[in-house]
């Protein structure tokens, strides 16, 4: 069976883009699959994919690269009707409500058409039109499955498939380095200044901690001014990006995410995929569904940052609580491994074909 995986970019950042090329790579053991990037930015993506996966680009943005035509979004969505009109797949799995809907549009009706969902569609009419031409729509947590069902009333079922983690061997935290981490992009939607600020207390009473930020974007500078502000040069660090997120918390202790809008928590995964403990905001859709106080981490009231440097430092004071918490943060994420996301998605495409 062929399957076809279509990104914006195969080459960003992300945590879906993360999410999509571990589950290529996971269906790439028994079967023909390629990644279909729209747009090509770099000469190798930045997270790792299997070696037998097939990866293609639509518009090869890098710079250097002469182009026919024009660049711009006409062009772009010309050559995106192209190539849908000509796919040759078995199954295509969409990753954004807009590729989902121009799949519903213009892929021939034999091609299994899935819709792979995580966030929400900026503009729902186009979403509500042309969804019912699709086969299924798959999101990762429960909360979304509820909200695109009520967003596609008269289209098709949603479906639950979580998230697929890398295939291991996964490093596993010690638990003993005084090291609290954090990962993803810098935007302001990740909210990185209220865990600086959280942090500033947990300096206060605990100089030995230091809190090591992973990843990069629009941010930086404002975060930068922020640490200089509250004093904590010496405390906070800015550690880059990484293809190695998962190594990076295998050597922290707890990992905080305090983001506004997490839909995905894959870095909440990764975390408990290295036994680490996570404090989180309960506001956040992805880890309020991953995380559980008491058993694999501390999830805290939204917008609460006293509170929440509250219990960092609860977890810092108290180790056995801590390594407690690791193992059931290894346990939460059985159901994640390639191996077994990779099954419930050939289950879901049988009964779908």
């Not at 799949?103 to 792979?116: G, K, S, W």
């Not at 186009?126 to 695109?148: C, G, I």
């Not at 346990?331 to 491994?337: G, Q, V």
Request: glycine share 8%; net charge positive; hydrophobic share 40%.
């Amino acid at each position: 069976m062929k399957i076809s995986l279509m990104l914006p970019s195969a080459y960003a950042m992300r945590g879906d883009v993360r999410s999509t090329l571990n589950l290529a790579t996971a269906l790439a053991e028994h079967h023909e699959v390629e990644v279909i990037s729209i747009r090509r930015q770099k000469e190798k993506p930045f997270f790792p994919v299997g070696s037998n996966v097939l990866l293609r680009s639509v518009v090869d943005a890098r710079p250097g690269v002469r182009h026919l035509l024009p660049r711009g979004q006409v062009r772009t969505e010309v050559a995106v009707w192209r190539l849908l009109r000509s796919l040759r797949s078995d199954v295509l799995i969409t990753t954004r409500p807009a590729l989902s809907v121009q799949a519903a549009r213009h892929a021939p009706r034999e091609v299994l058409r899935i819709a792979r969902e995580w966030g929400r569609p900026a503009v729902p009419a186009p979403v509500q039109k042309f969804y019912p031409r699709l086969d299924a729509v798959v999101t990762a947590t429960e909360s979304a499955k509820e909200e695109w069902t009520r967003l596609v009333r008269s289209g098709p079922n949603v479906h639950l498939v979580p998230d697929a983690l890398p295939s291991g061997p996964w490093p596993r935290s010690r638990m003993d380095n005084r090291i609290v981490a954090a990962g993803g992009r810098w935007v302001a939607a990740k909210a990185y200044d209220r865990l600086i600020r959280a942090f500033a207390t947990v300096a206060d009473k605990r100089p030995d901690w230091r809190l090591r930020l992973y990843g990069g974007g629009p941010e930086e500078r404002r975060l930068r001014a922020l640490v200089g502000e509250l004093g904590l040069h010496n405390h906070v660090y800015f550690m880059g990006t990484t293809q190695d997120l998962a190594g990076e918390f295998a050597k922290a202790s707890i990992v905080a995410t305090t983001s506004r809008t997490e839909d995905l928590g894959m870095t909440v995964l990764e975390a408990m995929g290295c036994g680490v403990p996570v404090v989180a905001f309960d506001g956040t859709r992805g880890p309020s569904e991953f995380v559980a106080t008491g058993y694999n981490g501390v999830l805290v009231p939204e917008g609460e940052e006293g509170l929440f440097a509250g219990a960092l430092l609860a977890l810092i004071d108290d180790e056995r609580r801590r390594r407690s918490l690791a193992a059931g943060a290894l346990e939460s994420t059985a159901r994640h491994t390639a191996l077994d996301v990779g099954e419930q998605w050939e289950k879901l495409i049988a009964d779908l074909r």
